[in-house]
Nanobody, 127 residues
């Protein structure tokens, strides 16, 4: 069983920065594709960013390109989402997701193919 746990959310003013972290259990973390998704009230959960198992490739939704960076430390079983120049429209609960079984294909943006999800961490950006 893989249990991803997110942290790092909070309240920030527009233009500010936050770094989210996600620690996922499992002895083969380096074989997992990892993704970040977000869900605002009344909206569907949407893809934000993903990283290939070795971290060599990263993918982003257009709205965060140039502002968000996904990275991973496989030795620490951790994936990060560095967010800068935050906007009020980035306000959402952010979820870390793990693709273990190998159904995920690049760019790993299909939430239906992820196997495990964290409980989410809230990011609120004030105007």
């Amino acid at each position: 069983q893989v249990r991803p746990v997110e942290s790092g959310g909070g309240l920030v003013q527009a233009g500010g920065s936050l770094r989210l972290s996600c620690v996922a259990s499992g002895r083969t973390f380096g074989s997992y594709a990892m993704g970040w998704f977000r869900q605002a009230p009344g909206k569907e959960r949407e893809f934000v960013a993903s990283a290939s198992p070795n971290g060599g490739r990263a993918y982003y939704v257009d709205s965060v390109k140039g502002r968000f960076t996904i990275s991973r430390d496989n030795a620490e079983n951790t994936v990060y989402l560095q967010m800068i120049s935050l906007k009020p429209e980035d306000t959402a609960a952010y979820y870390c997701a793990v693709c273990v079984i190998g159904r995920c294909t690049v760019p790993y943006q299909n939430k239906g193919t992820y196997d495990y999800w964290g409980q989410g961490t809230q990011v609120t950006v004030s105007a």
